[in-house]
């Protein structure tokens, strides 16, 4: 029996490197400053001057209504795969009556970038195309078959907004990826964007600084009803006994058995193993001496590795729980049965749920928390391309103008103003019950357009959270990390290279990367859920051997090279705070 579980463990591990648990997806933050905020030498500010195309943008419309031929290949917004009506919702209402647009949205289920692939092979491509395929984008861009935006909106729209405060580090950094500034991206945030839509509250400060979706999460009620305090469980041997406290209480939910700990279900080696649980014990992607180096390597993984191990043989950590997908992981999640949830908060509801997080587990080696967030612009998630054949070049580049404008924001994420939510002097959105009413009822909570979201924005303009909310839980347990006073943050922006080829595919070393990548996600697995220590010591030195076997050291100088030129082009790097533990 427990051969066939190691078996399927180890098969789904294969696939457990998929995460998608953005909080873009579950963010929903706000908008904007006050009028009149002008800067120091009475010049309009970059919002003022906003507002100003706001007007310009609006103003446009009229005139004949066209279709507009939208391909996205990202489910989850539109009216293919969130249910909800381009005739009903208020920005697509707004820009068919005002910009003269009608959407045809096109989400393939599956296989988008291969029908995307074929229309580009056959020379007819959609007019605009909001895709997430980032191999995709080049081969649009390398084939010459899309605009250029600064080329477009100064051919078609000169008084475009974008032209003026489109974020210019995000800019950059489109450029450093894709050639030159091709894409409106969607949940921008950046130091630039946030100059334009500045954060309404400290807490969402803390969040962009210090904040991640991956958390170590406790339930605060079975806590109380056993008498644990957020002491107990803030260092290694303190979350032993805790665990050990609620697996010998017997305690109930319900009528049902309390879980200790669950993970990310079948995606635990890539989130929770790879991404929680290696930051709390100090791991980090270089040596002693600071050149790069696969985190496997370092010695400190291997308190990682025995972390979940210990877990899984006192029977703390249930080892079927690694094979069940997220739908099956909120069942518990919702039936309140877990006490300890090592995984992507984004990826529940988390109204009235009494999660808190305390940070890290500090470990028992005296081992750095650390923790990895980019500290620069990055290129946000979905790409929106207009194709160089699209029809109504005019409409197009109106629609991209005034939807990420102050104005064509509040109305993609919030509605109408008075009907559906009000906003006071300072800029801060209040949804009215009416707005509430209908955006659970009527839109399904998916009215918002995802590829003009701003994630600046919505932390310019929503209030500060209701505690209880799903929002309010969220923001208090993302920068619970990197906040403790013992976590050492580290730029991941030096490391980016790592989504480029640095090793050709096909050759020998590439090879050996290949079989390095598809080793390590089983040989994990195996690890973890040895029967005993012998077992996981054996198994961890037969990782270490086999990866001395792919020739791991020179993928890492091959590696190192483009670490280091990074660093250098970034100006910073990653202190190993950990050097000489084990």
Known sequence: MKRRMLQQICALALTGSMLFGLTACGSSNPDTSAPGNSTEDGSSSPQEASDAEDKSAASSGGGDVSEMYWFSDVAGWGPATANWSVDESPATVYIKENLGLTLNIEQPPTDASTKLGLMLASGELPDVMSISDSDMYKQLVAADKVWDMQTFLETYDPDSHLLKDFPADIRQ????????????????????????????????????????????????????????????????????????????????????????????????????????????????????????????????????????????????????????????????????????????????????????SYGPILASNGAKPVIGLNGEAGTGWIQTLVSKDCKNPEKIAKLLSWASSREGL?????????????????????????????????????????????????????????????????????????????????????????????????????????????????????????????????????????????????????????????CEKKGTGIENVNAGLN
């Not at 644990?228 to 006994?241: C, K, L, N, P, S």
């Not at 505690?467 to 991941?492: C, D, Q």
């Not at 390095?516 to 054996?538: G, P, W």
Request: some cysteine.
């Open 173 to 356: 950094a489109l450029t450093d990826v894709y050639g030159d500034w091709y894409s409106y991206p969607s949940h921008m945030e950046s130091k630039n964007n946030r100059e334009v839509f500045p954060p309404d509250d400290q807490i969402w400060v803390d969040v962009v600084e210090k904040g991640s979706n991956g958390c170590i999460m406790f339930n605060k009620e079975i806590m109380d009803a056993l008498g644990i305090t957020a002491e107990d469980v803030q260092t290694e041997e303190g979350f032993y006994a805790a665990c050990e406290k609620v697996k010998a209480s017997g305690h109930q939910v319900d009528g049902q058995s309390v879980l200790p700990v669950v993970l990310q279900c079948n995606l635990w080696i890539n989130t929770s193993l790879d991404g929680v649980v290696a930051n709390t014990f100090g791991v980090l992607p270089v040596d002693d001496e600071g050149n790069y180096r696969h985190p496997e390597l370092n010695p400190l993984y291997k308190n990682a590795l025995k972390f979940l191990n210990t877990l899984i043989q006192k029977e703390y950590l249930d080892v079927n729980t690694l094979t069940i997908d997220e739908t099956a992981l909120k069942t518990y999640l919702d039936a309140k049965r877990v006490f300890c949830w090592i995984g992507n908060q984004a990826q529940q509801d988390k109204t009235n749920m009494p999660w808190v």
């Open 410 to 566: 509040l109305v993609n994420y919030y509605g109408e103003e008075s009907t559906d939510y009000t906003i006071d002097d300072k800029g801060i959105v209040t949804r009215t019950e009416e707005g509430t009413k209908r955006l659970a009822e009527e839109y399904d909570n998916n009215v918002l357009m995802w590829p003009f979201a701003n994630t600046s924005f919505e932390r310019h303009t929503e209030p500060v959270p209701d505690p209880t909310s799903n929002r309010g839980v969220e923001v208090s347990l993302m920068p619970a990390f990197g906040k403790n006073e013992n976590t050492y943050i580290y730029n991941t922006a030096v490391l980016d290279f790592r989504n480029n080829t640095v090793i050709e595919p096909s050759s020998d070393l590439g090879i050996k990367l290949s079989q390095v990548d598809s080793y390590l996600e089983s040989q994990k697995a195996k690890i973890v859920t040895a029967s005993s220590d012998a077992e996981f010591e054996k198994e961890y030195q037969s990782m270490l051997d086999t990866l001395d076997g792919y020739s791991i050291t020179d993928i890492d100088a091959e590696y190192d090279k483009v670490y280091k030129e990074y």
